[in-house]
């Protein structure tokens, strides 16, 4: 019977990914590169949620794939659900550079789609990461 090799994300890639993942955001909200109109829409909303995923790496380097794009999901959909919300509060947070990079300001169905594209792609990448680890482990046994 084989076993399974628990294999725990290195915490220094992962926040590396999420530290390229979020200046690629702020390029794509940015005046130095003109994308075309569909990416300048949407990808800053994906790579957030993609920079989500890996900071959820890092706090369970530990855990499958599998579990990691559903709490990056749950933590992406709250924000976004949140912004439902408009107590003056947050609404003053929300009116700061941090607060509206986080909290974002009002809620869209299509930053939904954003989130779970991002999450998708950031598991497909973390998925394969992996499978490298554990297939450089096993030749060497």
Known sequence: MASMVVIRR????????????????????????????????????????MMVFWLCCCVRPAVRTTVVALLAVGFAFSIEFSQLYQAQWLNDIRHTRLGALVLGFGFKVSDLACYALGILMAAGMDKCILDRQRSGIQSMR
């Open 10 to 49: 290195s915490l220094i890639l992962y926040p590396g990914l999420a530290l390229v993942t979020i200046l690629l955001g702020l390029l794509s909200r940015s005046s130095l590169i003109e994308l075309p109109r569909l990416l300048s829409l949407y990808a800053g909303d994906t790579l957030w949620a």
